[in-house]
């Protein structure tokens, strides 16, 4: 399967924040393993992509000073 619009763009976007292409090494690194961590979370049954949403929403929680 070939990478979406999306995956360049948030590689890209990753690359514009600073974060490495390539590791010490030689290999991808940050900018290309995050979207496809992004991919496999997606791809999953849908209980790893709301966990996450979850989670997200309590981190947010203390940024706010919601407790809902």
Same mark, same amino acid.
């Given at each position: 399967?070939?990478? !979406?619009?999306?995956?360049?763009?948030? %590689?890209?976007?990753?690359?514009?924040?600073?974060?490495?292409?390539? %590791?010490? %090494?030689?290999?991808?690194?940050? !900018?290309?393993?995050?979207?496809?961590?992004? @991919?496999?979370?997606?791809?999953? @049954?849908?209980?790893?992509?709301?966990?996450?949403?979850?989670?997200?929403?309590?981190?947010?929680?203390? @940024?706010?000073? @919601?407790?809902?």
């Amino acid at each position: 399967m070939g990478k !979406t619009i999306a995956w360049h763009a948030y %590689s890209m976007y990753l690359r514009d924040k600073g974060y490495s292409e390539e %590791s010490k %090494s030689g290999n991808p690194s940050t !900018t290309y393993d995050y979207p496809n961590r992004v @991919d496999r979370i997606r791809k999953s @049954d849908g209980s790893n992509l709301k966990a996450l949403k979850l989670f997200l929403e309590f981190y947010r929680s203390f @940024d706010t000073g @919601d407790k809902k």
